[in-house]
Nanobody, 126 residues
């Protein structure tokens, strides 16, 4: 079992940066791929970024590629999402998730992730 707790959200202006953190508990965290998803009001949850259990390979949605960076520190049981050049359309609740299945490719599908945090809200004003 893995528990995930996100933090770092807030209200920022367009062009600003934020770093989200996801603290995980559970001894097997180090072996899970980790992802970040977001959900805007009235929208479906969408993939943002994911990284392998080593952090050696990552995947990003087209909407955040070049602006967001996912990373992890397995010694601290923490995954990060560095968000730069934020835009109003990045406004959403951000969730981290853990995928316990070892896959050839990182999953971008929310339904394949096994554990979820409670989310942290990011609001970007124009």
């Amino acid at each position: 079992q893995v528990q995930l707790v996100e933090s770092g959200g807030g209200l920022v202006q367009a062009g600003d940066s934020l770093r989200l953190s996801c603290a995980a508990s559970g001894r097997t965290f180090n072996y899970y791929a980790m992802g970040w998803f977001r959900q805007a009001p009235g929208q479906e949850r969408e993939f943002v970024a994911a990284t392998t259990w080593t952090g050696g390979r990552s995947s990003y949605s087209d909407s955040v590629k070049g602006r967001f960076t996912i990373s992890r520190d397995n010694a601290k049981n923490t995954v990060y999402l560095q968000m730069n050049s934020l835009k109003p359309e990045d406004t959403a609740v951000y969730y981290c998730a853990a995928d316990k299945v070892l896959r050839r490719e990182l999953s971008v599908v929310a339904g394949t992730y096994d554990y979820w945090g409670q989310g942290t809200r990011v609001t970007v004003s124009s």
